[in-house]
């Protein structure tokens, strides 16, 4: 486990700690809104390929046994959106979500679009069984049809949106959402010329300093071969 140094915007000194793997798209999500607002955190690494998550110590943090899980003075949260909900409302400053309702409804539509109608189909458990059931290339086949089904939506939604980032020229939980899910599609081969939009996104937000921070690659438990 690792603390890191950062420093609570809000002056509070009530320590919070994540759950996380590094290779987790929905861990990284939050690691990157704890960064952008500038919170101090207790990293405490879960290995999901040897199964800790699996643990009775952890299942009681995360009855579903998935990552992440944050654990706050408020109490124990587990899910990634309502973590991201959680910390917006908790800590505002630098705020994810535009003051503008018709903006702030459709940055939760593109949040919803990813975190659960893209990335659950390419969930470790579901990707496993597809390829117990059908084999390694099918597995591969399952991956980037439903991430490239979801990006074409995503391109439609924001290729009307998107400035700098995905909504104008301030970062919002879309890009949040968006640039590790962006990630797992440059892994597994999808064709990312066909999403222009998307690319720009990509490229600029990981241009910031919160955003390295947050990369998988620059996490404690981080294994880079």
Do not use: C
């Amino acid at each position: 486990m690792a603390e890191v140094s950062q420093s609570y915007a809000d002056g509070s000194t009530t320590p919070l700690t994540l759950y996380s793997y590094w290779r987790s798209s929905a861990s990284w999500r939050v690691r990157i809104a704890l960064a952008l607002k500038g919170l101090a955190y207790e990293y405490k690494a879960i290995n999901l390929l040897k199964g800790e998550n699996f643990t009775a110590e952890y299942t009681k943090l995360s009855p579903l046994q998935l990552l992440p899980a944050l654990v706050s003075e408020d109490g124990v949260f587990a899910d990634s959106v309502a973590i991201l909900e959680y910390l917006e409302e908790k800590f505002p400053q630098r705020p994810l979500l535009p003051a503008d309702l018709k903006t702030r409804t459709v940055v939760r539509q593109v949040v919803h679009l990813v975190a659960a109608n893209i990335q659950p189909f390419q969930n470790t458990r579901v990707v496993n069984l597809i390829e117990e059931k059908l084999g390694s290339e099918e597995r591969l086949k399952w991956t980037q049809y439903w991430i490239t089904r979801g990006f074409t939506a995503l391109e439609a939604i924001l290729k009307k949106t998107s400035s700098k980032y995905s909504f104008g020229d301030e970062v919002t939980l879309a890009d949040v959402v968006l640039v590790p899910q962006i990630s797992s599609a440059y892994r597994v081969a999808v064709d990312m010329s066909q999403f222009p939009t998307l690319e720009k996104v990509f490229r600029s937000f990981n241009e910031l300093d919160e955003a390295k921070a947050a990369s998988p690659e620059n996490q404690p438990d981080a294994v880079i071969s």
